[in-house]
Nanobody, 117 residues
Framework: QVQLVESGGGLVQAGGSLRLSCALSGSIFMVNTMGWYRQAPGKQRELVARIAGDGDTNYEDSVRRRFTISRDNARNTVYLQMNSLKPEDTAVYYC???????????WGQGTQVTVSS
């Protein structure tokens, strides 16, 4: 099993920045790809960014050039640096980990990000 604990959400004005962190524990060796998803009220959960074990990254189009995903394997932590935040970025952000062989998805409890205009 893998446990994920997010931190770093909060309230910020438009144009501001936040950094989300996700700490992994448990059977960390099982994990390859990690990512961040978000879910706004009344909308489906969507992928924001993900990073593979080899460091390859993917971003949702609306956050490209504003958000940066990174991972520190020594600290078992993945980060999401969010710059130039917009009100439409307001959502609950979830950390995600995918097991390398079974492709089982693990989820954190979510952290609220609110961007005021």
């Amino acid at each position: 099993q893998v446990q994920l604990v997010e931190s770093g959400g909060g309230l910020v004005q438009a144009g501001g920045s936040l950094r989300l962190s996700c700490a992994l524990s448990g059977s960390i060796f099982m994990v390859n790809t990690m990512g961040w998803y978000r879910q706004a009220p009344g909308k489906q959960r969507e992928l924001v960014a993900r990073i593979a074990g080899d460091g390859d990254t993917n971003y949702e189009d609306s956050v490209r050039r504003r958000f940066t995903i990174s991972r520190d394997n020594a600290r078992n932590t993945v980060y999401l640096q969010m710059n130039s935040l917009k009100p439409e970025d307001t959502a609950v952000y979830y950390c995600n980990a995918v097991a390398r062989t079974s492709y089982v998805h693990y989820w954190g409890q979510g952290t609220q990000v609110t961007v005021s205009s």
